[in-house]
């Protein structure tokens, strides 16, 4: 039994009561037609690890909870605490007697979070797959209130660089939506691999979906300075989902109330679909190979009209596939020299009356974007969407480069997620100590996570409403299995989600407070089987000896985001 002092995130209101309820054989749970789904769920998730039957109460027409029963119902019902824009969706009251549970959301999300607190009340074990134990399962008398401050909390989980299946997604989702996280950003396409199965033009992944090697490690300097892979595997790489994957992982997360947005990256980005069809390109007579290194490749589409429809036909399948109300058109990091240097190129800038390369690719984003809107979406994309100044106000933009891209956005009028690097990567080093493995960028610790807000200073009362969340990005060029994954996720989504979910709408953000519910929480992430990084350090087999990373200092990396930047600052 746990208090609700101990919850994660940290509730609105949480007022102890007197006494416990019990979870015992005869223990029924009861749900509304809206809350079917989150019933299914309680079930599942007690009798695998309760081994209690925990079966259906029987039909009542009563509005008060039957006693030894657990009640999941939706309510339209002001007293709730208001989330962001006075939506009730995700709100939710949890109300724990000696006589029984009764559970109110605004929406079936609303009672589903409201679950997700009472497994928190409840002994960690129970968020086993399998019994440990005979109990006993008893739950605090407690009423808490609670919604969030956010409406989009999510993470991006790359699997173009390292292909995770599908079964280690749903285990990803699951992680999520037991803290509240919301959004799964699928980040599926990219250089080193395509990994969504698209009808219309199989070699995408017959040709995009594997390498036949992958770097280890960062790049580092030779004599004369010049980075370079320090080694490479040698070893084939690949994976993708069939189009019946994906609406297995996107219904298996519904069901979990997390939206899956998926992102096709676009102009740049692209040398795997290049490899796949080198039409696409700027130079369709030089072949290109899925890449096999990190970083940035020069190649990029070509502005043709023909490429832009090939990318309008991925989106209409992509479409169908995913019903989240955004799609990902990427955006980021496109190099121009390909384009500075090709004669067809800068005719195609000058017969579309543009100015230069950057309007280019602003022009190409807004093709896509404008498709994405047609079908009822709306398209989303990093922030370097923002150059050239034409981007069109119902796209919304992903700061990823600190905040600055939020503060033009917001102030140009577009919806924003704030993800700023040196806040939320979570593929970031986690210390200086010399055996963190593949040690990239910054130092991001859980106490900078904690901190994160993702509305920037200087914006007006009206621009502010425009930050409709954040997310945290996981990288995954050094991430190659789920055991390292885990490593780098946790604890740190957990502060995710209390900067999100809680931020400062509970009060005052206490760093040591939340640091003692963390410590309870460990026990939790260790009955889900999840690898947490702990606050000592990487265990011997966490280490990666001899691989080298590209550390950064903090002063380094904000001069360089500032400079890269400068185009978009206002």
Same mark, same amino acid.
């Given at each position: ?18 006494? =416990? ?9 009861? =749900? ?198 320090? =080694? ?52 369709? %007579? ?211 989600? %209390? ?72």
């Amino acid at each position: 039994m746990v208090e609700s002092d101990m919850l994660i995130p940290r509730p609105r209101s949480a007022r102890p009561g007197t006494g =416990a309820f019990e979870i015992v054989p005869a223990t029924r749970i009861a =749900a509304d037609a809206a809350s079917e789904s989150v019933r299914l769920y309680l079930q599942q998730t007690l009798r695998g690890s309760t081994g209690l039957p925990v079966r259906d109460a029987a039909e009542s027409e009563s509005a008060s909870v039957e006693p030894g029963t657990v009640s999941l119902r939706v309510v339209d019902d002001e007293s709730l605490p208001a989330g962001p824009g006075d939506d009730r969706t995700e709100s939710f009251r949890l109300t724990v007697t000696t006589d029984g549970i009764d559970i109110a959301g605004g929406s079936a999300a609303g009672v589903f979070y409201g679950v997700q607190a009472l497994l928190q009340l409840l002994p960690a074990d129970v968020h086993r797959h399998g019994r440990v134990g005979s109990g006993p399962w008893s739950v605090p008398a407690t009423a808490v209130e609670d919604a969030p401050a956010f409406a989009w909390r999510g993470v991006m989980l790359d699997v173009a660089r390292h292909f995770r299946t599908k079964h280690e997604v749903m285990r990803v989702v699951d992680q999520l939506a037991a803290h509240r996280i919301n959004r799964l950003h699928f980040h599926l396409t990219e250089d080193q691999g395509w990994r969504i199965e698209i009808l219309k033009y199989p070699r995408l992944t017959e040709i995009g979906s594997w390498r036949r090697e992958s770097q280890v490690g960062a790049h580092v300097p030779d004599a004369d300075g010049v980075l370079h892979p320090a =080694a490479f595997d040698g070893r084939p790489h690949g994976g993708y989902y069939t189009q019946d994957d994906i609406r297995e992982i996107v219904a298996y997360a519904a069901d979990r109330f997390v939206t899956v947005v998926p992102e096709i990256e676009t102009p740049g980005h692209v040398r795997a679909a290049l490899a796949a069809y080198p039409e696409l390109g700027v130079h369709p %007579e030089t072949p290109v190979e899925v890449w096999t290194e990190w970083g940035i490749a020069d190649d990029v589409l070509n502005a043709d009209d023909a490429t832009i429809d090939f990318f309008k036909d991925v989106l209409d399948e992509v479409i169908a596939l995913f019903p989240s109300g955004y799609i990902g058109i990427g955006g980021d990091e496109c190099p121009k020299v390909q384009w500075e240097t090709d004669p067809r190129t800068q005719e195609r800038i000058r017969s579309l009356g543009l100015e230069d390369e950057e309007q280019l690719q602003a022009w190409i984003i807004g093709q896509l974007a404008a498709h994405v809107a047609s079908h009822g979406r709306r398209a989303f994309g990093w922030d370097e969407i923002l150059e050239g100044g034409t981007l069109d106000r119902s796209a919304t933009v992903l700061s990823w480069r600190g905040l600055t891209g939020a503060r033009t956005a917001a102030k140009r009028g577009h919806d924003v997620i704030s993800s700023p690097d040196d806040q939320v990567y979570l593929d970031y080093r986690q210390s200086d100590l010399a055996t963190e493995p593949i040690p990239v960028s910054i130092v991001l610790t859980v106490d900078d996570v904690f901190a994160f807000d993702p509305v920037p200073s200087g914006l007006t009362d009206a621009e502010r409403a425009h930050v409709i969340g954040g997310q945290g990005n996981m990288w995954t060029e050094h991430v190659d299995t789920a055991r390292k994954l885990d490593y780098q996720l946790f604890p740190r989504v957990a502060a995710l989600a %209390e900067a999100l979910w809680s931020a400062d709408v509970t009060g005052p953000r206490d760093l040591a407070e939340f640091r003692g519910r963390l410590a309870e929480h460990t026990a939790r992430l260790e009955a889900m089987g999840i690898e947490y990084r702990h606050e000592a350090g990487p265990f011997p087999w966490e280490q990666r000896p001899g691989v080298p990373g590209r550390p950064h200092s903090r002063e380094d990396r904000a001069a360089y985001i500032d400079a890269i930047t400068a185009n978009i600052a206002e």
